[in-house]
T-cell receptor, first 111, second 114 residues
Framework: QQNVQQSPESLIVPEGARTSLNCTFSDSASQYFWWYRQHSGKAPKALMSIFSNGEKEEGRFTIHLNKASLHFSLHIRDSQPSDSALYLCAVSLDSNYQLIWGSGTKLIIKP | GALVYQYPRRTICKSGTSMRMECQAVGFQATSVAWYRQSPQKTFELIALSTVNSAIKYEQNFTQEKFPISHPNLSFSSMTVLNAYLEDRGLYLC??????????FGSGTRLLVI
């Protein structure tokens, strides 16, 4: 059974700083990796995804995947108060896209 | 844009009774619908995945007898929690997608059991 862990559980970062969120998974056969963001009271929305080793950058957000170390991460540069949310990582083994979720990191960006 | 509506947003049911929740996809065709549960202090667990023209696939610890799901067309799905008890309380999330696109999620149905 796939085990997906996130760290830290919560994080407070000053505005303008760089934020790093981590996700580890247990099944080396995992193929699809996502970060979702859930603002309070709203549905989780897909933020970024990555399907092969390496990095992918979209605006202020960078996702990094290292399958050998069973780890992927999300980095936010120039963090903004609007980035404050619950960040969830999710992993899928196959193209059926059945997601196994981490428990989330609560991020607060302080002005 | 693609939207998913879930209703009710919040419901309370008495222990031992049943509760039906609905999921509506707007702006796209939901070929797959996934139902998740977020129990207090826990992550989202996949309950079942429903794909049009395929049998509904339930995850371990979840059964059709307890969580019957209907996916009658490409815009609607419903799930019932039968004989709800305290351990069934939580946020039930519906995610829908067209073929291999990313899931779009609803805001969830929060179930309280008293």
């Amino acid at each position: 059974q796939q085990n997906v862990q996130q760290s830290p559980e919560s994080l407070i970062v000053p505005e303008g700083a760089r934020t790093s969120l981590n996700c580890t998974f247990s099944d080396s056969a995992s193929q699809y990796f996502w970060w979702y963001r859930q603002h309070s009271g709203k549905a989780p929305k897909a933020l970024m995804s990555i399907f092969s080793n390496g990095e992918k950058e979209e605006g202020r957000f960078t996702i990094h995947l290292n399958k050998a170390s069973l780890h992927f991460s999300l980095h936010i540069r120039d963090s903004q108060p609007s980035d404050s949310a619950l960040y969830l990582c999710a992993v899928s083994l196959d193209s059926n896209y059945q997601l196994i979720w981490g428990s989330g990191t609560k991020l607060i960006i302080k002005p | 844009g693609a939207l998913v509506y879930q209703y009710p947003r919040r419901t309370i049911c008495k222990s031992g009774t049943s509760m039906r929740m609905e999921c509506q996809a707007v702006g796209f065709q939901a070929t797959s619908v996934a139902w998740y549960r977020q129990s207090p202090q826990k992550t989202f667990e996949l309950i079942a995945l429903s794909t049009v023209n395929s049998a509904i696939k339930y995850e371990q610890n979840f059964t059709q007898e307890k969580f019957p799901i209907s996916h009658p067309n490409l815009s609607f799905s419903s799930m019932t929690v039968l004989n709800a008890y305290l351990e069934d309380r939580g946020l039930y999330l519906c995610g829908a997608r067209l073929q291999n696109s990313d899931y779009t999620f609803g805001s969830g149905t929060r179930l309280l059991v008293i």
